[in-house]
């Protein structure tokens, strides 16, 4: 197998809550390749989202190493780290998290402009990107105007447009019906084989999971 | 650098109306009233700085605050009217007008209160050396004759002296045969009449002022040191000019000193307004706040774009306020100068300085308000943020 | 009360606002302490053309005669400039020494001051008010010019007075008027034998528009006509004057009122409108909408009740503060009054009728309140 992109060794995270120290992850190991569809499966508590959190770069592990791209973002500082997030990271929600005040098409630019792109050429990429989502005709309307469906490929839209590295997705699907998720689902694993995203989804829908090519199991911290 | 549009500040403002108006209506109000205060105390010292020529000097006797309190003899208007730097008229007589000035109590016009009018007996000169002054209705009163002209401001503000009217002092009745106005001036606050006459009915020997119309620009000097040095008087000359600003100025520091306690008191209620406001905001948008932080924006991004909200909302309330003042410019108002004792007409006038000033207060109460908020929001953690729903 | 910073910020708010109502208020009422100084058995005689033009000293037998008229001293306006404009904001008054301080028995004097004070004929009284301000003591030497009066003037302080009540003026510089006319008489012997104003003792306050009608038809169509009022009245005069910027303070007090509006409508609002879920939730649990009624007016009462009495509290030392800026940078000095109860009940009340306004809105929609759509906002 070619340079695996994520490479995970001896991770270990706990929260504190005042004087107690709760593990939540416990040396844990991982190797993910480059074009991999991963998704992360288990109960709630068992840290798959935590897990989620360390990859994408918003959360610091207590011990051990991350490799992404060959970079250890363990030692980055805060904001190398902003930045590293910004050009190798697209990421998914399970509640969209758009800006109600910003249209479809504004949201998906909102990442371009942490890069040097000109306006124009943002506005190109950004209706290109719905264009991938089949979102070109809603680009105007406002979030409050869109299904939950049609927020999530803009969600996605938003994840793709830097054309980053890795999509990172927390329960993509955990607030959608059935059509909805079937569509996102479709989206995700078009994304995967015909532009060969890699991908790292949490969820505890067994259906999403099938989407996946590689699924693994936490549980209580340990990966089974 | 780094920015989130400008937009994103703009409509969440506009999405959040009805505390963006309120907010907004308080800084407004302030700003009103700051502006307001200013202009007051601008209006003031523009009426009597109006009220003085360039060209002109005034010789009062020593220590003056008003012309009311000076006293200058006959003598001495002889001596001053021989002084070399002053300027002809087209006949060669100089342009020095001896002037007398008393007060009269008069009722006002609304509430009958009392307060005092400047009267001023003026010389033969007296015209020709206030361009400004303009006759508006009527005729010029004829020498020798118990008449008076009244200054438009001064028959606005009293009662019984329009034109045609007999007004009483001195135990003698006057007849206003004309009114004039002066540019807004002090004089308009005035009523004239011959200065002969003036004397006479008060039963006065002296004049209070002999105001000169200086030959060039350099006789102010010469002619200050000259009067000021001769020891059989006791005179002081001024540019006449700066003569009625300093009358204006104990009272414009008054106005300014009592309205800026004021506004600095409430300013401080709508700067926690706004700050009220922009928690609030930052507390809504937890979420995507959490969301841009983790897309990559910088923490500095985040600040500046709550700081830019808060400006854009007191800029917003500041520019009503200053609006709101602005129309101020059509009100007269009229009070006693505690400097002359005398009712005096002002506008409300605005300045490019105000105007700045205004504006630079408001956005001050902007980041006061909007910086902790805006801190707050920035420091946020990425993780509590995204979880928070 | 969950959000505390946000209340915190919101009794702040109101604390200043509150404040600043009250600190006009105050000053307004301090403007207006003259007229609660002034004693109803006391006329003031004046030229009836002017304040400014003086009165012969040759009427003051003919006042005498007047019936009804007890006692009769004057007074001459000096004018006096002690170092420069802004140290010489106080009145300097020449008196009958023999007779002022037994005409306005509020000025008090110790009987030795007194006597001391008549003594030497270029010796001044002068209010407490003035020695706290420059450090004057009994036996200095005070050197000072007029405005009116050519020369240099020196007085010795031989007394200093106290006012009877909270509102008596304690800023005066009182000396002889035989000094004055002594010196008029030389420099400027035209203008001599004159006094500004006599004031008056009557024995009946209830005759006082008659005995004030008699006292000016006797100098009617005389070299100098009178005007006689009561010293009420007189004030109120003075007080008119300046009826231009007591109305703008007013206006200024209303538009407070309106910002402490704005900021305590405000916050009830938005915290409303964040918590129209939990107003659903409660009326599901069986609370009627007079329950949440009472629950939002009530905080917003608490809210206001405690900002009200914070600034309320801080009102008092604010007013002394602007007292000392304004005698700093002008010269004035106000009497020290306090805070009036008047002005506490009205901040009060005002504090108080804020608070309720500010939660109608709120209140409204919280008892109008569907419950399906309030619990829609969860999630």
Known sequence: MAEPLIEIKGISKSYRRDSLAIPVLENISLTVGAGEFLALMGPSGSGKTTLLNLIAGIDRPDRGSIRIGGIEIGSLGESDLARWRSRHIGFIFQLYNLIPVLTAVENVELPLLLTPLSKRERREHAELALNVVGLSDRMRHYPRQLSGGQEQRVGIARAIVTDPTLLVADEPTGDLDKASAAEVLDLLGRLNTGFSKTIVMVTHDPRAAEGARTVRHLDKGILV | ?389 | MRHKLRSLLTIVGIAIAILAFGMIRTVIAIWYSGIEASSPNRLIIRNSVSLIFPLPIAYREAILAVPGVSEVTYAQWFGGIYIDEKHSQFPQLAVDAATWFSVVPENRVSEAEMAAFLRERNAAIVGVQLVRRFGWKVGDVVRMRSMIFPGDWDFVIRGIYTGAKKTTDETSFFFHWRYLDEQVRRLQPWSAGNVGWYAVKIADPDRAASISEAIDRRFKNSLAETRTETEQAFVQGFISMSDTILIALRIVSIVIVGVILAVLSNTMAMTARERLSEYALLKTLGFRARHLVLLIAGESLLIALIGGAAGIALIGPTVDGFGAVMMRTVGAMFPVLGVSAATRTVSLLMALGVGLAAAIFPAWRAATLRIVTGLRRIG
């Open chain 2, 1 to 389: 650098m780094i920015t989130i549009p400008l937009s994103y500040s703009l409509r969440n403002l506009w999405t959040r109306r009805l505390t963006t108006v309120l907010t907004a209506g308080g800084i407004a109000l302030v700003i009103f009233v700051f502006a307001a205060v200013l202009m007051l105390a601008y209006g003031l010292e523009k009426t009597l700085v109006a009220t003085g020529s360039d060209d002109n000097a005034i010789v009062i006797r020593k220590g003056s605050q008003s012309e009311m309190m000076s006293l200058v003899d006959r003598a001495a208007v002889n001596v001053i009217r021989t002084q070399p730097e002053i300027a002809a008229d087209p006949e060669g007589k100089p342009l020095a007008a001896a002037e007398a000035v008393v007060l009269i109590s008069m009722p006002k016009r609304g509430t009958g209160q009392e307060a005092h009018v400047q009267t001023r007996g003026i010389a033969p000169e007296s015209l020709a050396m206030r361009p400004q002054v303009k006759l508006a209705a009527g005729r010029l009163f004829r020498p020798g004759l118990s008449e008076v002209i009244v200054g438009a401001a001064a028959e606005r503000r009293f009662e019984g002296i329009g034109l045609g009217r007999t007004i009483r002092f001195a135990m003698r009745d006057w007849t206003v045969v004309g009114l004039f106005e002066a540019e807004g001036s002090g004089f308009e606050s005035e009523i004239w009449l011959d200065s002969q006459q003036l004397l006479q009915a008060f039963r006065r020997p002296v004049f209070s002022s002999v105001t000169v119309r200086l030959s060039g620009p350099s006789s102010f000097s010469s002619l200050k040191q000259r009067l000021e040095g001769d020891q059989r008087f006791n005179l002081e000359v001024k540019r006449e000019k700066a003569f009625y600003a300093d009358q204006s100025a104990m009272m414009a520091a008054f106005i300014r000193v009592l309205g800026l306690f004021v506004t600095v008191i409430f300013s401080l209620g709508a700067i926690i307004g706004a700050m009220i406001t922009m928690y609030a905001a930052v507390a809504n948008r937890t979420t995507e706040i959490g969301t841009l932080r983790a897309l990559g924006f910088p923490r500095r991004s985040i600040l500046l774009a709550f700081l830019i909200e808060s400006l854009f909302l007191s800029l917003l309330g500041g520019s009503v306020g200053l609006v709101l003042a602005s129309l101020l410019q059509n009100m007269t108002v009229s009070t006693t100068n505690f400097s002359t004792f005398s009712e005096l007409a002002f506008r409300f006038a605005l300045s490019p300085p105000i105007v700045m000033e205004s504006i630079a207060f408001a956005l001050i109460m902007g980041i006061l308000g909007g910086f902790l908020p805006a801190v707050r929001a920035a420091r946020q953690n990425i993780l509590h943020s995204l979880r928070a729903v």
